[in-house]
């Protein structure tokens, strides 16, 4: 089958998954389009299968917003046209939505009709989606996807509470293709686990876009106390808006020795590898993805209670869950998982085995499905 898959080609969850799942299916055999306005950080050059097609907005010096939409929707008409796609697939409503809804009402007067899959990541819904600005666009292209996924119960709840949907919602969980992430360590990952700790401190990681939504605060609050009682060492990855106050608020708790804020990381499996716990203390997460490529990674996880992440992480299993902002509660959990040896060994054990609930080959099936189906549709009706 010849997908188009429209992304966000960042470092972002939604990003990555849309590149893992272009991926995998390249693999068994379909053809993948890749359209974003970048080539996806997560996607290498010339695997088989996958062409990548770069949407470039025109400049023009009376636009102060280039509309991007326009140029997404043009690049639609013109890659669906010319590559005969059978089905899009766009992840994250805003504004892939709306730009694949306008793509196929274009190429009917081209007689060709193109079914497209909307996923809901998170904030397209529970943040950004449901502001008046954005609002009435995305319940419209929502109703009108031909088929519409979200990745957790919790933001199928979401969804259906924010926007008036009329339209069938199937829940596909994100996934892990669990050979990226699992495996002995080698000698770089030793060389570095003994550079971040090296007295074999236990060593804490978080990895993000550093928005204030994920409240990293409180992860340098909880580490403080962890401290407190053990030798520790925090590793925190990624960039973005916060990153200035975190710095600060290290330095008012005199922690910023023991932090290490190593900035982007192209595969934060390197990352999780060389940890003993994962933090993901967010105020909302509509799935949390970090949390469950730490768990392949067989890293326990202490995370917030909230959205989606009790469906990743497992209470005193895989780790622990507090209520957001229990930075007391997630600090005693943190010490409960790393004050001895064989405690650790057996959260980490945990971890990697819930993980498995999730393996891509799991996964991948659902959304083949799903492709399937419309395609199907498709022909009886012509
Ligand atoms: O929605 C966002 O904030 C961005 C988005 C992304 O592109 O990273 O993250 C969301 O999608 C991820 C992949 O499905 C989920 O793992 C994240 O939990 C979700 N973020 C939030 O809900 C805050």
């Known amino acids: 089958m010849k997908i188009g898959i429209v992304l966000y080609p960042t470092f972002g969850g939604s990003g990555i998954v849309a590149t893992e799942l272009g991926k995998a299916l390249a693999e068994k055999g379909h053809e993948i389009h890749f359209i974003s306005y970048n080539h996806p950080v997560k996607l290498d050059h010339f695997l088989p299968n996958i062409r990548y097609h770069e949407v470039r907005p025109f400049h023009y010096p009376l636009f102060d917003y280039q ?10 008409v013109d890659v669906t046209r010319y590559e005969n796609l059978d089905v899009l697939h766009v992840h994250y409503a805003i504004p892939h939505a709306s730009a694949a809804y306008f793509a196929k009402q274009i190429l009917k007067t081209h007689n060709i009709d193109i079914p497209f899959i909307t996923t809901l990541h998170g904030t397209d819904i529970t943040l950004v989606g449901k502001h008046p600005s954005f609002e009435p666009v995305i319940t419209f292209s929502i109703n009108e996807s031909d088929a519409v996924t979200v990745v957790s119960e919790s933001l199928k709840r979401d969804t259906f509470q924010h926007f008036a949907i009329s339209n069938q919602i199937e829940v596909i969980p994100n996934f892990v293709k669990h050979s990226h992430y699992n495996g002995e360590l080698n000698e770089y990952d030793i060389a570095k686990r003994k550079q971040l700790a090296p007295n074999g401190e236990r060593i804490i990681s978080h990895v993000s876009n550093f928005r204030r939504v994920k409240r990293i605060g409180d992860i340098v609050r909880v580490f403080a106390k962890v401290i407190e009682k053990i030798p520790a060492r925090l590793v925190l990855a990624g960039d973005g808006p916060e990153r200035h106050k975190i710095e600060q608020l290290c330095t008012e708790l ?62 005193g299993y895989s780790g622990y869950l507090s209520d957001v ?26 971890a990697y085995q819930h993980s498995l609930n999730f393996g891509i080959e799991e996964i991948l099936p659902k959304y083949e499905a799903i492709y399937n189906r419309l395609v199907e549709q498709k022909t009886v009706q012509s």
């Open 254 to 315: 005199g922690v910023c020795d023991k932090v290490e804020l190593v900035g982007n990381v192209q595969t934060a499996s390197e990352i999780y590898r060389i940890s003993d716990l994962f933090m993901l203390p967010s105020e909302t997460e509509s799935f949390g993805l970090a949390a469950l490529e730490a768990l392949a990674s067989g890293v326990p996880v202490i995370s917030s209670k909230s959205g989606g992440i009790p469906e990743v992480n497992k209470q």
């Open 325 to 350: 902002g229990d930075i007391d509660e997630m600090a005693e959990n943190a010490l409960k998982i790393l004050s001895d040896d064989a405690t650790l060994a057996k959260f980490k054990e945990q």
């Open 67 to 76: 509309p991007y939409e326009l140029a997404l929707t043009s690049k639609l």
